[in-house]
């Protein structure tokens, strides 16, 4: 029985023919805030896939709570062609774990997107919403599951400034455990959104994790180029 909310034991993911991890260990504690960075093809998509179950290893094994309920968010919402209410109600309403009636999704829906900021937007069309307001959709949707741990893909990579900050504030909000204690795991190409929320930042290159330290010590030089050369050069080259 184990208390974490995911272990990887010496993962190795394959797609294709790439190799996209490599031999990955990585243990996730109740209530981190692990912030995953690296380079384009560096493999974070990959990971957090892999502790979705959307991925399977080619080798080593992956082990999930038995209990904790994960969601993962995507770069781009997938969004269907009807209002965001009912986007946000047809998701949880697929989701048999809930086993939610339409009218019990479609009330949870409403609270999920007044918890967004959406409810003035509740029946417009979802795909006609702005790219951050999507993301937010996109949040609510996760959130009417109530998850455990969150996984996110780059949440804000597309967005502009403002709706960056919007969301980010969301996943802090979520995080703070405003709601519940929350599980974080997310891919960000921001480092001053990884300093802000992290707990703890693993940066992968090649599909190996080079350095996973205390958010404090990955950004201290100093240490950071003590533990990893390759993570230290990564975080001067994304600064200057
Ligand atoms: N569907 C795919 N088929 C083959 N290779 C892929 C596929 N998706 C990603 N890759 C490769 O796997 C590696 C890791 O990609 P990815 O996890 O998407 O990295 P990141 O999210 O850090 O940009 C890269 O070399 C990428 O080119
Ligand atoms: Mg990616």
């Known amino acids: 029985m184990t208390s974490a909310v995911v272990q990887l034991h010496d993962v190795s993911v394959r797609l294709g023919p790439v190799e996209a991890l490599k031999r990955v260990n990585l243990v996730i504690q109740p209530g981190e805030r692990v912030a995953l960075v690296g380079s384009n093809g560096s493999g974070k998509s990959t990971l957090l896939r892999t502790v979705h179950g959307l991925l399977h290893p080619a080798q080593g094994h992956v082990e999930r709570h038995p209990v904790l309920r994960q969601a993962m968010l995507f770069q781009r919402p997938h969004l269907l062609r009807m209002s965001a209410l ?15 009636g339409w009218a019990q999704a479609k009330a949870l829906a409403i609270t999920a997107l007044q918890r967004v900021g959406l409810s ?14 999507q993301q937010r959709l996109a949040m609510a949707r996760a959130w009417g599951r109530q ?58 290159e090649g599909g190996r994790v080079l350095a996973d330290l205390p958010v404090a010590d990955f950004f201290d030089a100093a240490k950071l180029s003590d533990h990893s050369p390759a993570a230290h050069a990564f975080v001067q080259g994304e600064l200057s």
């Open 86 to 100: 009912h986007n946000v109600a047809l998701g949880l309403w697929l989701d048999r774990t809930q086993g939610l």
């Open 120 to 133: 003035a937007v509740a029946h417009q069309g979802g795909r006609q919403l702005s790219g951050g307001q």
């Open 147 to 204: 998850p455990d741990v969150l996984l996110l893909d780059e949440p804000t990579a597309s967005l502009d400034p403002h709706a960056k900050r919007e969301v980010e504030a969301l996943m802090a909000d979520f995080a703070n455990g405003l709601d519940r204690a929350l599980t974080l795991i997310w891919a960000s190409h921001n480092l001053g959104q990884v300093k802000r929320l992290a707990t703890r930042v693993v940066y992968l």
